[in-house]
């Protein structure tokens, strides 16, 4: 035997010593690459595995197709309607959207569209009132200027208060005016029509937001004179028989421009579950407006 046939033998190896020989990681990366030393870290399968490999391929394929069925069948149930989803067939994403349309019974809606009325007519009694309190105020005014000037009247204005009553007064009058000449004779108008009534807050929308920032701006000064001079005013009171103090009297208009915004909110639920569209989004306008003026007085 010569020299070189041992060094043969050593780099030869059998198929038997193939399966397990294990040569270390960073030798087979670098003489098989990464595929090639993974397959050397496992045996290869014998002849036994070899031929169960179409069987399990088969079994495989037909799990496969078993779940490809049961997806589909499951996908065609979601698209039968139901009381509260329907499966949105335009989309592909398999997801089940409420895409149900509400249809309300003929009890229910006659029911909503009573309360939209009954809210309505609450607004406009509302207005109706408060102008009838504004005018009363008025009246209780015109007391408080006698007092101050006619020397025989039976209750006189202290002179402290004589020379700081325009402060206590304020912008009263301007209040009055706007819904005497303008804004109560044209909700009456407008009350059963939402287009009408939106046109009404947005045209006023700036009047309103001044005469009434004026009033809700000078209220502090004016709670400080009604409470630094609250005998003068009972007296007062008792004198032209009110039923009510004045300070109760005195903050109805900051009441009220608070209100005519949680009347819209209420009609555009109302609305929109009526699915009455038009008056929604113009109910909805008035909302916007009514409360921006709240927000701006305030």
């Not at 335009?90 to 959207?97: F, P």
């Not at 406009?124 to 209780?140: A, C, H, N, P, Q």
């Not at 309103?208 to 000078?218: E, P």
């Amino acid at each position: 035997m010569s020299d070189t046939e041992p060094e043969k033998e050593k780099d030869s190896v059998s198929e038997e010593e193939e399966e397990t020989f294990h040569l270390p990681v960073k030798v087979k990366m670098r003489r098989f690459g990464f595929m090639g030393s993974m397959s050397l870290l496992n045996p290869a399968p014998s002849s036994r595995h070899i031929s169960l490999i179409p069987e399990l391929r088969k079994r495989s394929k037909s799990a496969i197709n078993l779940g490809r069925i049961l997806r589909k069948n499951s996908l065609n149930s979601l698209k039968i309607k139901d009381d509260i989803y329907v499966k949105d067939i335009d989309r592909d994403s398999g997801v089940v959207v409420d895409n149900h349309e509400v249809v309300l019974d003929e009890k229910t809606r006659i029911e909503l569209d009573g309360r939209r009325k009954s809210k309505l007519h609450e607004l406009l009694e509302i207005e109706e009132r408060y102008f009838g309190d504004l005018l009363k105020m008025s009246t209780i005014f015109v007391e408080i200027r006698k007092s101050k000037e006619d020397p025989d009247y039976p209750v006189q204005m202290p002179i402290d208060l004589k020379r700081i009553c325009s402060i206590f007064l304020g912008n009263f009058h301007e209040i009055r005016d706007f819904h005497k000449e303008v804004f109560t004779d044209k909700m009456r108008s407008s009350i059963w029509r939402a287009d009408e009534m939106r046109d009404l807050f947005r045209r006023r929308q700036h009047e309103m937001k001044s005469i009434y920032g004026k009033y809700c701006s000078n209220w502090k000064k004016c709670e400080y004179i009604m409470k630094k001079y609250d005998s003068y005013f009972k007296q007062m009171e008792h004198h032209i028989e009110s039923d009510t103090t004045l300070q109760d009297q005195m903050i109805k208009p900051i009441q009220m421009i608070n209100r005519y915004h949680l009347f819209f909110a209420d009609l555009v639920k109302i609305c929109e579950r009526l699915d009455k569209s038009d008056e929604h989004i113009l109910f909805a306008e008035c909302l916007f407006v009514s409360k921006e003026i709240s927000q701006y007085v305030n």
